[in-house]
């Protein structure tokens, strides 16, 4: 029996998916249970990839949602030491598809924050996504009704470029023209 957020080798966490239905990642030799989103996190994700899907149709780039398996990687790195599952992960180069997911750094990823992940999303995964250069997160509070997007600067930290509760639009600034009413993702 696996405890929560133990310590694993690579090897160890792949045969572990095998036996489990679980969401789990794994980041640096840990393994992280990943809750079962509420209903409202459900609507808003499906909400969210509607959106992403319908805008990006005939595009480069392609909307994928969780459970789906980022391993994160940078050009230099030789070997995969971070998994991530994020709710939403738009995916711009298509070269690091894999059968199973993605090796690579999507060029957006969406989470949504449950009760007991926010701080793992609010300042782990910010940090995590920041050092493997993502160039936009947007981190979604349902508890809130608000939407941080943080985008990416060339010296390679986050600013947080947008917060917006309950009304209002967002934007992208990586997917030009993609535009949500914030509103229409918490109703």
Known sequence: MLTRNAQVSYEEYLKLKETTDDIIEYIDGIVYMTPSPSRAHQKISIKLGSELYNFLKGKECEVYAAPFDIKLKKDNDEKISKTVIPDLSVICDKSGFTENGYEGVPDLIIEILSPSNQSHDLVFKLNLYMEYGVKEY????????????YILTDEKQYYQADVKRETGYLESTVLKGFKINVQDIFD
């Open 138 to 149: 947007w981190i979604v509070n349902p508890m809130l009704k608000t939407v941080q997007i």
